[in-house]
């Protein structure tokens, strides 16, 4: 197993909720980690930022690891969710409120509720 694959793969195990992304949370480097981020934050999601333009073997290892081709990459605990187009269509849906009620990840539900409110 590569150093990276085995990187991320502790990654995902040990926290519940993390974001493969182009910058961090608090600094989004491009306009769909930004989204993700943004709504995770906005929901008071508790997760881990990975910013893979701080580490080429990363930012490939992620796309082989999932088999997706691109980033940002969610993974709740330990699965992969999807990338930006998913999870806003789980957001809008209510399908995201209801993994992380699943999975037992804390989350504003007036914040989720806000979002789908300012999209109708």
């Given at each position: ?92 849906s209510g399908e995201l409120d209801q993994l992380l009620e699943e999975t037992g990840v804390t989350f504003d ?12």
């Amino acid at each position: 197993m590569s150093d990276a694959k085995k990187k991320i793969e502790e990654t995902v195990k040990a926290n519940d909720v993390v974001l493969y992304m182009k910058g961090t949370k608090s600094m989004p480097q491009c306009g769909f980690s930004s989204k993700v981020a943004g709504v995770l934050n906005y929901m008071g999601v508790e997760y881990a930022d990975v910013n893979v333009l701080a580490d080429e073997d990363i930012r490939q290892g992620i796309k082989e690891y999932s088999d997706w081709p691109t980033i940002p990459q969610l993974y709740v605990k330990g699965e992969f969710v999807g990338g930006c187009d998913i999870i806003t269509e789980m957001t809008l849906s209510g399908e995201l409120d209801q993994l992380l009620e699943e999975t037992g990840v804390t989350f504003d539900k007036d914040a989720a509720e806000k979002i789908r409110e300012a999209n109708a």
